[in-house]
C-alpha cells in the first residue's frame, strides 16, 4: 500500500526521489481516508527503514490518556470480588482468582500470558536471619516471558509480591516443580473482567481491559516506589523507554500531593 501510493498518487518512481513534502501529502491523505494514528506511525517506520527522511513528521492525532487501574477502582474491584457469593453463582470459583491477578499484576506489571505460565518452579524462596518460614522479602522470579527478547528475565519481587506469592504457596499445600502458580483459564479471567468493567461503569471504555492493569504497574514502581524510569523500563523489561513513558501517560494524571512528594 505504501509503495502504491508513492507511486499512483505521488509519481514517485524511487525512493530516493521521496521528499518530505511528498511523506506530508500521503499522510493527510490517510488520515482522510481514515486510517488510525498507529497505522500512520507504523507506515512511517516503514519509510523510515527505506531510507526516507521521517524526521519529525507524526500521526497529527495525539494520543489520548489511557485507563488505568488507580487506587479507588482496585479497591473497590479487590473487595467486590473477595465478597462470598451465592453457591451456584457464575464464575465463583474465578473472583478470588482474578482478585490475586490484579494484585500480583499491580505489583509485578507482568503480562497476563506470563502470569499464566509461571511455574513454581521459577520461584526462588528466601528465608529470614535464622532458619523458618520462607520470608516475603527478598523473593526473585524466573518469567518465562517470550513477547521480546528482554522478555524472559529473572526480576526481584517486591515484599507485597513475594506475601502474595506464599499466601498462595500455603493455600495450595506448598507445591515444588513445574505445577503453575496461577492455574486459572484465561476465558474465565477475561469473562470476569467484563463483569469488573460493569461494576465499575466503565463498559464503554476501550481501555479499560484486564491487560491496561500493567500500565497501573508502571505507575506504582516510577510513583509510589520512586523507581527512575530507566529501571522501570528494565523492570517491565521493555526495549524501548518510550513505551515506557507511553504506559505512564493515563488519565488523571499525577495530583497535586503526589507531585509535592518529590519538591
Not at 498507529?38 to 527522511?53: A, E, F, P, Q
Not at 505507575?219 to 505512564?248: C, F, G, K, V, W
Request: include cysteine; aromatic fraction near 8%.
Amino acid at each position: 500500500m505504501i509503495i502504491q501510493d508513492l507511486t499512483e498518487d505521488l509519481a514517485v518512481r524511487h525512493v530516493a526521489e521521496v521528499t518530505r513534502e511528498h511523506i506530508r501529502a500521503m499522510v493527510s491523505k490517510w488520515k482522510e481516508q481514515g486510517y488510525s494514528a498507529s497505522t500512520i506511525r507504523k507506515r512511517l517506520i516503514v519509510l523510515k527503514t527505506m531510507g526516507c527522511d521521517t524526521a519529525g513528521i507524526t500521526s497529527g492525532v495525539k494520543k489520548a490518556p489511557k485507563w488505568w487501574l488507580n487506587d479507588d477502582h482496585r479497591s473497590r474491584l479487590l473487595t467486590w470480588l473477595r465478597t462470598p457469593v451465592p453457591e451456584g453463582t457464575s464464575l465463583a470459583a474465578t473472583r478470588p482468582e482474578l482478585a490475586d491477578h490484579i494484585e500480583w499484576t499491580h505489583f509485578t506489571g507482568l503480562r497476563i500470558e506470563e502470569t499464566l505460565r509461571v511455574k513454581w518452579s521459577g520461584v526462588s524462596f528466601s528465608r529470614g536471619p535464622e532458619v523458618g518460614p520462607p520470608s516475603p522479602f527478598g523473593m526473585d522470579l524466573f518469567v518465562p516471558g517470550t513477547k521480546t527478547e528482554g522478555s524472559e528475565a529473572t526480576i526481584p519481587l517486591s515484599g507485597e509480591a513475594g506475601g502474595l506469592l506464599l499466601r498462595r504457596w500455603f493455600a495450595a499445600g506448598c507445591p515444588k516443580g513445574d505445577s503453575k502458580v496461577f492455574p486459572e483459564r484465561y476465558d474465565n479471567l477475561q469473562r470476569l473482567w467484563k463483569l469488573c468493567r460493569d461494576h465499575l461503569g466503565l463498559t464503554k471504555s476501550t481501555t479499560c481491559t484486564l491487560k491496561a492493569i500493567r500500565r497501573s504497574a508502571a505507575r506504582y514502581l516510577h510513583y509510589d516506589r520512586a523507581m527512575p524510569l530507566d529501571l522501570t523500563r528494565q523492570y517491565l523489561r521493555h526495549s524501548n523507554i518510550q513505551t515506557t513513558m507511553e504506559y505512564l501517560r493515563l488519565t488523571g494524571g499525577a495530583s497535586t500531593e503526589e507531585m509535592r512528594r518529590f519538591l
